[in-house]
């Protein structure tokens, strides 16, 4: 919970992160089942010494990878021989199958990007993606490990990072390069409302749909959506939000998006639910609205905004309430604790899946709210939620891939999409990441 609050909402638990914080072992991923250990037949190895002939860099991997705090990893080289390593306390049993040598010089080099890239290229495999970076994210030090040579590689994706700002003409190209994917490219694995988004669990029975409901039902709980007023919707993403405010709530709402696919796909879904009288979906910049509403609702759009432009989103928001309106925003957080490293570096996520992308922590998004005059009102977390709803994604992903593929998608990307998903889901289990929903008022 970012900002203290008295109401007894803000205090309820949404699937709590207890697991994490016990270190009780996680459950395998529903894709492939529990990540298998060496065969029987197979010594195993706990040490590198006297070892001959290791790839390089290996063994400095290996001492690293040894602080390991929770679960088993098997470490299998392209020689044959496997090595062990087992956390300080219990959890899921993982193995990494090292393919080309040159793996451990990777990410001596580049860090978590090579070892991201590295399974891109296919470098390395696992026989259960989930579960072995479930249990690597535990002790992520592995990846985050500086070696020489690593500064020189930062210091260039941060350049090609910066080339992707977003100004207005390089936001269209920054979402077109995610959201244009096409819609047929999410419908074959998005649930039935079309929601690229965390849901909102109250128990892992809940299906996709019902969880993803729940979340827009809190949105407008927050904002304190009452029939007969007008919303602004910040990113409207397929028209989820805006159909649910429409049909269950009663309010009129105006959604802006800057994805063609989005916009499109948003009007043909409000015009068949006989709602075109109450929604308007347009293809415009936040920056370029100047309408005045009864309250704004922006789910995960902040994340696409870039720290530079963080100011003016919310001076978008403070500019479009009515005086005493509300606005709440879903939000993707990094920890303080994590953030003057995070903001130096450029991981997978911004190089690979959303170019120009930046997470406020809850310190830094707490001051920009006050710095433009918004008086924060409350919030609520729910990263496991965002965990599950990851976890669901990448099973459906993987259901679908055969249809996918036949979209013109090839085996690189459907490894890029898999790791996104999956390391995504890892990171929100073990806290790395959380996600919340932040209400703000403009003062009366």
Known sequence: MYFCCDDAEDQTTVISKTRSASHEPAPASSIGGAALSAPADIEVLTSTKGQQDLPRWFEASFSVLKELEAGSIDIAIPDGRVFRVVGAAPG?????????????????????????????????????????????????????RSFPGARLVRAWHQLNHWLNRNTRRQARKNIAAHYDLGNAFYSRWLDET??????????????????????????????????????????????????????????????????????????????????????????????????????????????????????????????????????????????????????????????????????????????????AGLTPVGSITFGDSYSETLRRWHRDFEAAWGEIQTLGFDERFRRMWAFYLTSCAAAFRTGTTDVAQVTMQRPA
């Open 194 to 371: 079309m929601t690229y988004s965390s849901a909102l669990f109250e128990t892992p029975a809940d299906s996709l749909a019902a969880a993803q409901t729940r979340k827009y039902a809190s949105v407008a709980d927050r904002i304190g959506v009452r029939e007969g007023q007008h919303l602004l919707e910040i990113g409207c993403g397929w028209g989820g939000f805006a159909e649910y405010v429409a049909k269950e709530r009663g309010a009129r709402l105006t959604g802006l998006t800057i994805s063609r696919e989005q916009h499109d796909f948003a009007r043909a879904r409000i015009q068949a639910a006989g709602l075109n009288d109450r929604v308007e979906i347009l293809l415009r910049d936040y920056r370029d609205e100047r309408g005045v509403y009864d309250g704004v609702a922006s789910i995960e759009m902040i994340e696409a905004v870039g720290e530079k432009y963080w100011p003016a989103y919310f001076d978008a928001v403070r500019d479009r309430l009515k005086p005493g309106a509300q606005a709440t925003i879903q939000v993707i957080t990094i920890p303080d604790s994590m953030f003057p490293t995070y903001r130096r570096t450029v991981d997978f996520i911004q190089k690979y899946i959303f170019p120009g992308g930046m997470l406020p922590s809850p310190g830094e998004l707490r001051a920009q709210i006050e710095r």
């Open 92 to 144: 899921p049993a993982a193995r990494i199958d090292i393919r080309n040598p040159a793996f451990f010089a990777r990410i001596a080099r580049d860090g978590e990007l090579g070892f991201s890239e590295a399974y891109l290229d296919g470098w390395w495999d696992t026989p259960d993606l989930q579960t072995f970076l479930d249990v690597l994210l535990t002790s992520s030090q592995w990846v985050n």
